[in-house]
């Protein structure tokens, strides 16, 4: 009596084995924190590189709101003028706490956000959210920035203190540890109402 194939074969061995490679290269499917922390790092990584990139802009832009009668001309002459007042590297003023809290702020928003809509499918089911799908789009997005900002603040607090007044600290380490120590931690939450709103 002659073997029988596989239940799964195709009754042809290269075509059998052609399918079992493919079955091989195909991807595994990512889901539950393997796919999250995907998205938290790429968020991570882009929010502290596009924020972190126009530190010098905000050094600026902070001394113009600070200072209008020294930085008076504009955005190109606010530059020209910290550099010459206080050297290029002074443009760089805030730069741990920028790239620091955007980064853990990227984390939590990308991140956050495509664990909130994933729960919102699974406690709506999947038509329905699929029918209010803008409704679960602004929730999921509200709740993840809502937490972002909550890793934001204290670093944002941090850079403010630092860019507005260049004495106060070092860094970011030194300038997040006299904060705790001089004004506590609620002080690193002034801002939050603000922050929630701008972002």
């Known amino acids: ?97 920028t790239a620091a809290g955007y980064f853990l702020q990227g984390a939590f928003k990308f991140g956050g956000y495509e664990l909130f809509k994933q729960q919102c499918i699974n406690i709506l089911g999947y038509e329905t959210a699929s029918n209010n799908r803008t409704a679960v789009y602004l929730a999921s997005s509200a709740l993840a920035e809502f937490f972002a900002d909550i890793a934001l603040c204290p670093l944002e607090a941090t850079r403010i203190r630092l860019v507005s007044e260049p004495t106060f600290a070092s860094g970011l380490v030194s300038g997040f540890g006299k904060i705790a120590k001089t004004e506590g931690i609620g002080a690193f939450y002034s801002g939050f109402g603000p922050i929630l709103f701008k972002q």
């Open 1 to 97: 009596m002659a073997a029988s194939a596989p239940p799964s074969s195709t009754g042809s061995q290269k075509l059998d084995a052609l399918v079992q490679q493919t079955a091989a290269k195909t991807p595994e499917k990512l889901s539950g924190m393997a796919l999250y922390s995907r998205f938290a790092f790429a968020g991570a990584v882009c929010c502290a590189v596009t924020h972190g990139a126009l530190t010098p802009v905000d050094v600026v832009k902070t001394r113009i709101q600070l200072d209008p009668v020294t930085y008076n001309t504009g955005l190109i002459g606010g530059f020209r003028k910290v550099v010459a007042t206080e050297g290029a590297g002074a443009l760089l003023t805030g730069f741990g706490p």
